[in-house]
């Protein structure tokens, strides 16, 4: 069999990529050289990468998971007729029942990842046959006016999804009412957040619904000249976006009178070029015109004075992807999700200690713990999660015990932590709080543009007591000084950044305080992870005497004779407690304590 | 850096004709040196030099936003580019363990020494590549590599320095490959 008939997709996003996705295609289309192969946006489902959806010519689909050349022949086979279903690989099929695979994306409500994964990113015909671009001809071809745009969003209430959570509506309506020739509309997509991926997926998936949801916006708030400011570290996302605003362009939804209107509309690309802070809107601002990106004092808001001094209107990647569904299915329809003061759905990137990680889209109002554990699988270790980190640097930890907690911006900001962006990283038992919070403020002390002396000075003085602390030296009163500094950071700082720094160790010495004091007082870092108060000894009645860990040791710390395990044992004094002998060790017979 | 050998040779045709296509106003600074560090994999003196010449982009406001940004690097990069990455997800994961083993294969004892003594790789740091779920997560070049314990750096870098024939200058480099 050719193949001929068969429908092939396969998930080419960084990560599907990362995880070997272009081997696989070419080894299926040296099996199925006749099939129609289509290279689509990561779906999300990141814990199963590589996947492959195949539909068979007599309309079967089957969506394949973990496909790498291994078991690739038992799927191959299967669809040749020559094999039995290789059940351990499928994850959903109109042709078996569903398998928990599955769940991952039956218990989600995807609005704003509608084509993610189901289409050919560069591809604009799948778009328009997927419904694109009629958000926007429904409001220049429809005769709604900006007002009317502006209101349909204010029915939705979609509040900014990039963290801070501002009405969009209310945003547009200053930057529609301000004086100016020329206004500008940018689509934030700089997602710095360590451990948050929703815009790429969205920009590298489903790149002509950003570029939809930035006319809808460019033109209720009355700009004319765009720009998408993309990390400079997700070349896929960009080479995609570049190619959606070409061909958007040749087919008349950008550049002038658009579509026959009066409404002209064009957007440039800006690479970013790393730095955390830029996610902040007036430092956003300034990278664009070509400066460092240090924020402004505000007022005057970019919505009247922004970049190059025009009106300035900047939306997440994930607000604007949600407009075209909003205009076509109309705002109350996506107010209805979620609950009073939150609507819509969000997305989380999940990942850390979980079973299934990968993109999640839920409506606003359910419960973390319905995330984590029924969408996410829960603990994959077998030890019980401890805690979850919401929000990245700017969040903060919610413990076990508060995963009832509800998906709503004012419910997670009464925990200390923030809705953030949408990064989700979840801890089991084997790891440490301390050292997260210190992971943090190590993080935002670097990348502190260094304008405001709290967030400057403020955030290494932080740094050095949380380092102190992990190392075993730390005292009650360096904790004490922790939490001195902390309001002190927050009300001195001008942005996002410092306001948000301390929120890390803030949430951490409320719910996790007893860390802290293992590790001042009794020396001790209970997850097992801080390298000064942790030793690595061999357990020599489980050690084979193999010598891996010898060959492993960057300091030739272990010594030992071949097959003999009583002689092996590991140097204190040369010991640096990196971990890679218990990484390498197959019988686990090194004990990191 | 001691790593002379590294340094590139800057045609200023080459300079002259980003400038051309990228402007010469004080909003072309970041896509300038970008263009440069695509094309050498840092910012040379010499093309730093002849952008303050040609454009509007003073000495002080171009070095301001190349010190700013983590993106770019003054100083040469290694024949191969390895990027760990340090997002939340393989931080929590054991990230750190990438370095300390690439670091023990490519013999960098110095902290503060990014690049291998004979100029084959450099070892950069990044904030997030994005790849959460594939967390701990390293790149060699444009080729990611899922799920990796500090074991598995080392041995992807022992092959792929076979492949491209380098030398680790690191202990026991070759003991590894298998």
């Known amino acids: 069999m050719s193949g001929e008939g068969l429908l092939i997709n396969v998930g080419e996003g960084t990560c599907g990529i990362a995880a070997g996705a272009p081997e696989v295609t070419e080894l299926l ?24 959806d195949i539909t068979n010519a007599d309309g079967k689909t089957y969506q394949w998971g973990n496909v790498n050349k291994k078991n690739l022949p038992k799927i191959v086979r299967f669809h ?63 005769g709604m006016s900006p007002e009317d745009v502006i209101a349909e969003v204010k029915i939705a209430n979609i509040r900014g999804r990039g963290g801070a959570g501002f009405p969009a509506a209310i945003k547009w309506g200053f930057a529609r009412g301000a004086p100016g020739k020329v206004k500008y509309l940018v689509c934030n997509g700089d997602e710095g957040d360590p451990g948050a991926f929703m815009d790429r997926s969205l920009l590298e998936g489903d790149p002509h619904s950003v570029v939809e949801g930035m006319l809808i916006a460019a033109y209720a708030i009355g700009a004319s000249k765009g720009y998408a400011y993309i990390r400079a570290e997700y070349p896929l996302a960009v080479e995609y976006f570049g190619k959606a605003m070409d061909d958007a362009r040749k087919a008349g939804y950008l550049g002038n009178n658009i579509l026959g209107s009066d409404f002209s509309f064009d957007i440039k690309i800006k690479e970013g070029a790393g730095a955390f802070v830029c996610g902040e809107e007036t430092a956003l601002l300034a990278s664009i015109e070509g400066e460092r990106g240090m924020p402004r004092i505000r007022p005057p808001f970019p919505a009247i004075k922004g970049v190059f001094n025009s009106p300035t209107i900047i939306n997440n990647v994930e607000t604007l992807a949600n407009m075209p569904w909003i205009i076509n299915n109309g705002g109350q329809a996506y107010a209805d999700l979620g609950t009073e003061k939150s609507n819509g759905t969000k997305v989380f990137a999940l990942a850390g200690t979980i ?14 713990r319905h995330v984590l554990e029924d969408i996410g699988g829960g603990s994959p270790t077998g030890r019980p999660l401890k805690a979850v980190q919401l ?27 923030i809705m953030g962006s949408g ?5 089991d038992s084997k790891s440490c709080m301390v050292d997260l919070a210190r992971y943090f403020l190590e993080f935002t002390q670097l990348e502190s543009c260094g304008k405001c002396t709290f967030c400057r000075i403020g955030t290494l003085r932080m740094k050095e007591l949380l380092t102190k602390i992990c190392e075993g030296e730390g005292t009650m009163e360096d904790i004490a000084t922790l939490e001195e500094l902390a309001p002190s950071i927050k009300q001195a700082s001008l942005c996002g950044l410092g306001q948000t720094a301390p929120n890390p160790v803030q949430t951490t010495l409320e719910y996790f305080r007893d860390e802290y004091i293992a590790h001042v007082k009794d020396h001790r870092c209970p997850g097992g992870v801080c390298k000064g108060l942790i030793t690595h000894t061999i357990i020599q009645k489980d050690c084979t005497g193999c010598s891996i860990c010898e060959r492993y040791c960057p300091v030739d710390a272990i010594e030992g004779e071949l097959k003999k395990p009583d002689t092996w044992v590991i140097d204190q004094q040369a010991c640096i407690n990196c971990g890679m002998c218990v990484e390498v060790c197959n019988p686990d017979a090194i004990l990191a304590a | 850096m001691s790593n002379a050998s590294l340094e590139a040779t800057v045609d200023p045709s080459e300079v002259q004709g980003w400038i051309n296509n990228l402007g010469t106003e004080p909003s072309a600074a970041v896509p300038l040196l970008q263009a440069v560090q695509r094309a050498f994999g840092y910012l040379p003196r010499k093309a730093m030099d002849l952008i303050i010449e040609n454009t509007e982009i003073n000495a002080s406001q171009l070095f301001g936003v190349a010190t700013f940004y983590a993106q770019f690097r003054l100083d ?5 580019l390895i990027k760990v990455c340090h997002g939340t997800a393989c931080h929590v994961q054991g990230a750190d363990r990438l370095n300390t083993s690439l670091r023990h294969v490519l013999g960098m004892k110095d902290e503060e020494e990014d690049t291998a003594s004979n100029g084959s790789y450099t070892v950069e740091d990044v904030a997030c590549i994005g790849c959460c779920s594939l967390a701990p997560v390293m790149l060699i070049g444009e080729q990611a590599y899922p799920n990796l314990k500090g074991a598995d750096a080392q041995k992807h870098l022992v092959k792929h320095a076979k492949t491209v024939g380098e030398i680790l200058p690191g202990k026991d480099a070759d003991k590894e490959a298998k």
Do not use: W
């Open chain 1, 29 to 52: 289309k040296k099996r199925f050289p006749d099939a129609k192969f289509t290279a689509v946006g990561c779906v999300g489902m990141c814990h199963q990468e590589v996947m492959v």
């Open chain 1, 80 to 142: 040749r007729g020559e094999a039995d279903l290789p059940e351990q690989l499928l994850i959903k099929s109109t042709d078996a029942p569903d398998t928990e695979k599955s769940q991952y994306l039956l218990k989600q409500t995807r609005i704003v990842l509608r084509n993610v994964g189901q289409l050919n990113p560069t591809s604009m015909s799948q778009f328009q046959e997927r419904g694109g671009y009629t958000g926007i001809e429904k409001v220049l071809k429809g």
């Open chain 1, 355 to 368: 079973k299934r990680g990968g993109l999640v889209e839920v409506p606003m109002g359910v419960t973390i």
């Open chain 1, 391 to 417: 929000g990245g640097p700017s969040g903060g930890c919610i413990p076990e015990s508060m995963f009832d907690t509800l998906v709503d911006y004012d419910a997670i900001d009464a925990t200390g932590a």
């Open chain 1, 423 to 427: 990064g989700m990283v979840v801890m």
């Open chain 2, 76 to 80: 040469p990069v290694g024949r191969n």
